[in-house]
């Protein structure tokens, strides 16, 4: 390779005419770009994220709510670059640390797909069954951690790491299907508050306090 080199003369020549090139005339440097995530967490290990506690998973479930959601998304971006499919995954991550069921799971992966995407209700429950996407409770985030009022609500709140003022509530029993769920309450089977007409009638969304909503029937009882 030819190279030449500057005599002294030269060099001084040059420094001085840096010098003085005024400063407004030397570009900002340009803004770091966060780059874009390198990768998300693939469809076998999320199932086997949910297997390492639970065997006998519905891997079926979890397998149909990543693809559906993985191709509703598509290409869509979040502000930051990554895929905007990149956030209900790191949902699911979370609560697969907190040990929660495949139909948690499933949801935490769609919550997004109705508001952001094509996908419809109807096709959703038509996919996945209708109790995967109803609704037991409704309130401001603060008055929802500080004072929850269904008993699902209140199990996920005591799984939440750190949270030392709650007693952790294990539900027994395996998660309903949400193919086919039991009659009443799709959540009596096991619930710790559970009385017999839970069994029978389905629970709506009724008010218990200001913009709080739960359906539960003993949402307004002491406990």
């Keep these: 390779m030819a190279y030449w080199r ?15 090139v005024p400063t407004s005339a030397v570009p900002p440097p340009a803004k770091p770009v966060k780059p874009p995530r390198s990768g998300m967490m693939r469809q076998y290990d999320l199932v086997e994220r949910v297997r390492s ?5 519905n891997e079926d479930l979890l397998n ?6 993985m191709k509703a998304h598509g290409h869509q971006k979040r502000a930051s670059g990554d895929p905007y499919f990149s956030h209900p995954l790191e949902v699911a991550a979370i609560l697969t640390d907190m040990h929660m069921d495949e139909a948690t799971i499933a949801v935490a992966l769609l919550h997004d797909t109705i508001e952001d995407t094509t996908a419809t209700r109807q096709e959703i429950d038509e996919l996945f069954g209708p109790d995967l996407g109803r609704l037991v409770e409704v309130a401001p985030a603060e008055e929802l951690f500080r004072a ?11 799984a939440v790491p750190g949270r030392s003022d709650r007693t952790r509530i294990v539900l027994k029993g ?39 909503l739960a359906a539960c029937l ?3 009882d002491s406990c």
Excluded: K, W
């Excluded at 500057?6 to 003085?20: G, Y």
């Excluded at 149909?64 to 959601?69: E, M, Q, S």
């Design 6 to 20: 500057r005599s002294p003369r030269q060099m001084q020549a040059a420094t001085e005419s840096v010098a003085v």
């Design 53 to 57: 506690y639970n065997p006998d998973t």
């Design 64 to 69: 149909r709510a990543y693809v559906y959601a």
């Design 148 to 158: 929850p009022r269904h008993p699902y609500t209140e199990a996920l709140i005591s």
């Design 174 to 212: 395996d998660p309903p299907s949400p193919e086919a769920p039991p009659p009443g309450c799709a959540f009596h089977p096991r619930c710790q508050r559970a009385i017999a007409a839970c069994s029978i009638e389905r629970p709506l969304l009724e008010v218990v306090g200001d913009g709080h």
């Design 218 to 220: 003993r949402a307004n």
